[in-house]
């Protein structure tokens, strides 16, 4: 069984539209959880970390289920740019790093 | 924000050339920096890990006589790829992680092998 998990789409949405991906991960003692984005052809960005509280930076909303080990990334009003693939990365030990495979998501004019 | 510079962004060289790609972290010290490949439309593999100061940890599968790293500082690591053949050709991200930050990247080394 992968580490990480992730729905490889690709997810084609509207602009204007709210789109949900989910990561699920199997070991359980993963410490840390983030959100990439990679755009075509280029290096992978931080999007943002993901708290156990919930947390949020503006149109992106991130959330960790411990119990059910999934974290979320919600877009909301998606904009054109918001085009990329989206990677889960979750941190086990303090330098072992697990990535989904990447959701693609396609926002359409 | 943290930024990781990586350099050449792009070679093309004939088969057997030896390629070095460096990795920089800017403004931050890095205790630990990671060299992946990516080819087209598959996501990152780790090809291994690396500590400022001691050897490299590669992931199976992964030849440490093939793709030689040296770590010489918290701001420098260097990939090489020796006697570079057509396979080899790929994508090629650094990132760079101080304590228990996020890892951010380097802009990345597309290899092309002729």
């Known amino acids: 069984r992968k580490e990480v998990e992730q729905d490889p789409g690709p997810f084609n949405v509207p602009e204007g539209a709210t789109v949900a991906f989910n990561c699920t991960y199997s070991?359980?003692?993963?410490?840390?959880f983030f959100w990439y984005r990679q755009d075509c052809r280029k290096e992978p960005k931080l999007l943002m970390s993901?708290?156990?509280s919930g947390n949020e930076d503006g149109r992106f909303t991130a959330q960790l289920n411990r119990a059910s080990q999934y974290i979320s990334l919600l877009i909301r009003d998606s904009k054109l740019s918001d085009s990329a693939t989206y990677l889960c990365?979750?941190?086990?030990?303090?330098?072992?790093?697990?990535f989904g495979t990447g959701t693609s998501l396609t926002v359409i004019p | 924000g943290a930024v990781v510079s990586q350099h050449p962004s792009w070679v093309i060289c004939k088969s057997g050339t030896s390629v070095k790609i460096e990795c920089r972290s800017l403004?931050?010290?890095?205790?630990?920096m990671f060299w992946y490949r990516q080819f087209p439309k598959q996501s990152l593999m780790l090809m291994a890990t690396?500590?400022?100061?001691?050897?490299?940890?590669?992931e199976q599968g992964v030849e440490k006589d093939k793709f030689l790293i040296n770590h010489a500082s918290l701001t420098l690591s260097t990939l090489t790829v020796t006697s570079a053949h057509p396979e080899d050709s790929s994508f090629y991200i650094c990132?760079?992680?101080?304590?228990?930050?996020?890892?951010?990247f380097g802009d990345g080394t597309r290899l092309s092998i002729l």
């Open positions: 990132s760079a992680m101080y304590s228990n930050q996020p890892q951010h």
């Open positions: 070991n359980s003692a993963s410490q840390s």
């Open positions: 993901v708290y156990s």
């Open positions: 990365v979750v941190k086990i030990l303090s330098n072992q790093f697990y």
């Open positions: 403004d931050f010290q890095a205790t630990t």
């Open positions: 690396s500590n400022e100061g001691s050897k490299a940890t590669y």
